[in-house]
T-cell receptor, first 116, second 112 residues
C-alpha cells in the first residue's frame, strides 16, 4: 500500500534552474496539496487541487506552478529556482468528505530541495 | 488573516512525565482542528476535533477542543522516548478540502 509517494526525495539546484516535483497517490483521493516546511514556520500551503483538472493558490504560491492532469498525480514546478525556495516540500492528499473517513490529510515523506 | 499559534515551541521532559501542548487559533468559519505527530519525515495523524468539549483519546494521548475560547490541548501521559517529535496543530477554516492552516509546531524531547 504505497499511499502518497513523492519524487525526487532530494535535489540540489542552481539558481535559475527549473525542476518538477511529482506527487502520486493511489487512494483515489479527490484533494491534493503541496506544502513547504521551513524551520519555525510550520507547514505553509503553496497550491492545492480539489479535483482532476483544477488547481488553486494557497498561502505562498509565488514562484511555483502546479498541474493536476490525472487524478492520482499532482505536479509542483519551479520555473526559475531561487535560494528562498530551499525547503522541505510535502505533498498531501485527502479523500472526499464522507462518513467513512476521518477527513485527515495523508502525507508523503517529503522532498528536500536545496537551491544554491 | 487566519492564524494558528502553538505553545510552548519547545519542551524537554523526562520519561514518565505528563505534558500538555497548546494550540490556539483565529480563523474564519472554523470547520475542524487536527493534531499530527512528525518525527523524521511525514506527519502522522493523531486526532481530528470538530465539536467542543468532546475528548478524543488514543492510548496515552488525548485531546480536547474549546470552540468558545478558540483553543485545543493535546495531553500525553506517562511519556516515553518514542514520544519525542514535533507535534503539529492544523485548523481547517473554510469549506471541506480547501485549506488547512498549520501552527509552527511544538518540539517535544523526552529524555530517558
Amino acid at each position: 500500500n504505497a499511499g502518497v509517494t513523492q519524487t525526487p526525495k532530494f535535489r540540489v539546484l542552481k539558481t535559475g534552474q527549473s525542476m518538477t516535483l511529482l506527487c502520486a497517490q493511489d487512494m483515489n483521493h479527490e484533494y491534493m496539496y503541496w506544502y513547504r516546511q521551513d524551520p519555525g514556520m510550520g507547514l505553509r500551503l503553496i497550491h492545492y487541487s480539489v479535483g482532476e483538472g483544477t488547481t488553486a493558490k494557497g498561502e505562498v504560491p509565488d514562484g511555483y506552478n502546479v498541474s493536476r492532469l490525472k487524478k492520482q498525480n499532482f505536479l509542483l514546478g519551479l520555473e526559475s529556482a531561487a535560494p528562498s525556495q530551499t525547503s522541505v516540500y510535502f505533498c498531501a492528499s485527502r479523500p472526499r468528505q464522507g462518513a467513512r473517513n476521518t477527513g485527515e490529510l495523508f502525507f508523503g515523506e517529503g522532498s528536500r530541495l536545496t537551491v544554491l | 488573516e487566519d492564524k494558528v499559534v502553538q505553545s510552548p515551541l519547545s519542551l524537554v521532559v523526562h520519561e514518565g512525565d505528563t505534558v500538555t501542548l497548546n494550540c490556539s487559533y483565529e480563523v474564519t468559519n472554523f470547520r475542524s482542528l487536527l493534531w499530527y505527530k512528525q518525527e523524521k519525515k511525514a506527519p502522522t495523524f493523531l486526532f481530528m476535533l470538530t465539536s467542543s468539549g468532546i475528548e478524543k483519546k488514543s492510548g496515552r494521548l488525548s485531546s480536547i477542543l474549546d470552540k468558545k475560547e478558540l483553543f485545543s490541548i493535546l495531553n500525553i501521559t506517562a511519556t516515553q522516548t518514542g514520544d519525542s517529535a514535533v507535534y503539529l496543530c492544523a485548523v481547517e477554516p473554510n469549506n471541506y478540502g480547501q485549506n488547512f492552516v498549520f501552527g509552527p509546531g511544538t518540539r517535544l524531547s523526552v529524555l530517558p
